[in-house]
C-alpha cells in the first residue's frame, strides 16, 4: 500500500499465475477509488510462464509426465487474475482517477519456481514456491499432479537504502535488471 502513496507507481511481477497480487491490490486499489491514495499514474508488468507448451510444473506424479489438461488449468487461472489486474487498474484511468494506467502481460517458456515483486524499483520480495503433490478433477477425471503454492510462500524483503552498496540496494539493483533482461530477451506477448 505505500507504494501507492508515490505519484508513479510501478510494479513488476513474475510467478506462476498472478493470483495473490490479485488479491494483494484490491485493497490498495479501493482506497485509489476512494480518494484516499492518489497516484498519477499505475505502470503494472506481469512476466507469467506460457502454459502452451510444456513446462516442468504443473506435471503428473507418475512419470513426471505432461498433461495439457493441467496446462489449460493454469492457463485458467492466469488469464483470470491476470485480467482482473488489468481492469482493475485500467478502469482507475477510465474514472479519471488517475492520470495513466497500463498493464502488461509477457510469457516466457520457463516453469516460475520463485516470485517477485519489484515496486517502485526500490522494493523488492522475493519467495521460493514450495511443490506440493495435488489431485483435482478435471472433465471428470482425477489428476494427480506436483503444484506450486503461492499462497504458502513466504516472501523476503528487500529496499534500497541511500547507499547503493548496501545489501538491500544491491539486491533491488540485481532483481530489477534480471526482470527487464527476461522482459526484453526471451518473453512475449501471448496469453498466458
Known amino acids: 500500500e505505500a507504494a501507492f502513496e508515490q505519484k508513479q507507481v510501478t510494479l513488476d511481477f513474475a510467478g506462476f499465475s498472478s493470483e495473490t497480487l490479485h488479491n494483494a491490490l484490491q485493497e490498495p486499489l479501493d482506497k485509489v477509488r476512494s480518494g484516499r491514495l492518489a497516484p498519477e499514474s499505475l505502470t503494472v508488468r506481469l512476466l507469467l510462464p506460457d502454459t502452451s507448451e510444456p513446462m516442468a510444473v504443473p506435471v503428473l506424479v507418475d512419470g513426471l509426465k505432461d498433461e495439457p489438461a493441467l496446462r489449460e488449468r493454469a492457463r485458467n487461472i492466469a488469464l483470470t487474475n491476470a485480467g482482473g489486474i488489468a481492469h482493475s487498474v485500467e478502469v482507475l484511468a477510465e474514472l479519471g482517477l488517475v492520470q495513466t494506467a497500463t498493464v502488461q502481460v509477457k510469457v516466457h517458456r520457463a516453469s516460475s519456481l ?7 524499483r526500490s522494493e523488492a520480495f522475493f ?10 478433477a478435471i472433465n471428470g477425471n482425477d489428476h494427480t499432479f506436483y503444484d506450486v503454492t503461492g499462497k504458502d510462500t513466504t516472501l523476503f524483503h528487500h529496499a ?6 548496501s545489501l538491500g540496494s544491491q539486491y533491488v539493483q540485481q532483481a530489477q535488471m534480471w526482470f527487464d533482461s ?3 530477451t526471451i518473453a512475449y506477448e501471448r496469453q498466458p
Not at 114 to 120: A, E, M, T, V, W
Not at 127 to 136: C, I, K, S
Open 114 to 120: 520463485f516470485k517477485l515483486y519489484i515496486l517502485n
Open 127 to 136: 519467495g521460493f514456491y514450495p511443490l506440493r503433490e495435488r489431485t483435482v
Open 160 to 165: 534500497a537504502g541511500p547507499d547503493d552498496a
Open 182 to 184: 527476461v522482459w526484453s
